[in-house]
C-alpha cells in the first residue's frame, strides 16, 4: 500500500520548481494533489507531465495567493470535490532582491503578500476541514535566508514570518491531530534560482559544504516525511535541507 493512498494533498506555487517537484513525489505515492498557481500556462503544462508519468488523481486550479477569496474558494472547492484535505504545502514564493534602500513599495508588499500572506491565507482557510477531520499536517516554506540574508529585506522578513506562522499554527493545531512545520532550503536547482545573478549563485555555491546545489527531489524528500502520517509527533519545526551551508562556516 503506497503510504499517501487516500490523501489529499493541496499545493501552491505548484506549476514548476519544487511545487512540481513536491506535487509528482505525492502523486508517485498514491495521493491525490491538487495543484494550484497563479501561472495558467504553468500549471496547464505540470497538469500534462503529472497525466504523462502516474495513474493517479489530480486536479489544477488558478490561485493567486494572495487573494483571500480565490483561496477559500480553492480550499472549498477541493473539500468539496475531494471529500477531504490531509496535506496543505505553502510553497509559493518570489523574490524581489535589492539593497534595503533600493526595495520599492511594491517590492516589499510583493514579497511579503506572496511568501508569507499567502501561506496565512491558506492556512487559515485549511483548519476548518483539518480540525473536521482531526488530521492535517501544514508545510510551509520558509528559506536559508529566514536567519538574515545580503539583499534581501522583504524576503527575509516573509520567510522568518513563516517560521513565526508554523510555530503558532503547531501550537493551535496541536490538540486538534494538525502538525505544521516549515522547510528551510539552500541552493536548489529550480527556476528560481535561474534567476538569481550568476556570482552571487556561484559565491552562495562555493559556501555549501557538500559542494553542490540541491535537487528539487531533495525537497520533495523531506516534504513528503513531514506530511506523513509517520511524522505526527513532530510540529513547530524547521527542518534545513541545505547541504550544510546553513551550519556557517565551510572554511576548509
Ligand atoms: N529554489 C531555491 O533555491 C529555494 C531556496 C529557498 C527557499 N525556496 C522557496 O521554495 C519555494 C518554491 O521555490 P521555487 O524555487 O520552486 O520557485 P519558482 O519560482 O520556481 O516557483 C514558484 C511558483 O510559485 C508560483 N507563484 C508565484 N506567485 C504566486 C501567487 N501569487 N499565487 C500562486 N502561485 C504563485 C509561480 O508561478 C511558480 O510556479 C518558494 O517559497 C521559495 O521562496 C526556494
Given at each position: 500500500m503506497k503510504r499517501y493512498h487516500g490523501r489529499v494533498v493541496a499545493i501552491t506555487?505548484?506549476?514548476?520548481g519544487l511545487g512540481l517537484a513536491m506535487a509528482t513525489r505525492f502523486a508517485a505515492e498514491g495521493a491525490t494533489v491538487a495543484l494550484a498557481d497563479v501561472n495558467e500556462q504553468a500549471l496547464t503544462h505540470a497538469a500534462g507531465t503529472l497525466t504523462d508519468a502516474h495513474d493517479t488523481k489530480h486536479r489544477t486550479d488558478v490561485v493567486d495567493v494572495t487573494d483571500s477569496a480565490q483561496v477559500n474558494a480553492w480550499i472549498d472547492g477541493v473539500t468539496d470535490a475531494?471529500?477531504?484535505?490531509d496535506v496543505l504545502v505553502n510553497n509559493a514564493g518570489i523574490i524581489r532582491d535589492n539593497r534595503v534602500e533600493d526595495i520599492t513599495d511594491d517590492d516589499w508588499h510583493a514579497v511579503i503578500d506572496v511568501s508569507l500572506t499567502g501561506g496565512f491565507h491558506c492556512a487559515r482557510a485549511a483548519f476548518g476541514p483539518m480540525k473536521r477531520q482531526g488530521y492535517g499536517r501544514i508545510v510551509s516554506f520558509s528559506s536559508m535566508s529566514w536567519r538574515g540574508n545580503f539583499g534581501q529585506t522583504n524576503y527575509v522578513a516573509a520567510k522568518a514570518g513563516i517560521v513565526g506562522m508554523t510555530r503558532t499554527l503547531a501550537l493551535e493545531g496541536a490538540r486538534h491531530g494538525i502538525t505544521a512545520n516549515a522547510i528551510a532550503p539552500?541552493?536548489?536547482?529550480?527556476p528560481m534560482l535561474a534567476s538569481m545573478n550568476g556570482p552571487a549563485r556561484d559565491k552562495l555555491t562555493n559556501k555549501i559544504p557538500m559542494r553542490h546545489t540541491g535537487r528539487p527531489e531533495d525537497i520533495a524528500e523531506a516534504a513528503a516525511f513531514l506530511a506523513?502520517?509517520?511524522?505526527?509527533?513532530?510540529?513547530?519545526i524547521v527542518l534545513d535541507v541545505d547541504?550544510?551551508?546553513?551550519?556557517g562556516s565551510s572554511i576548509r
Open positions: 506555487g505548484a506549476a514548476q475531494l471529500g477531504r484535505l539552500g541552493l536548489i536547482e529550480t506523513s502520517e509517520a511524522a505526527g509527533y513532530i510540529t513547530g547541504g550544510g551551508i546553513s551550519i
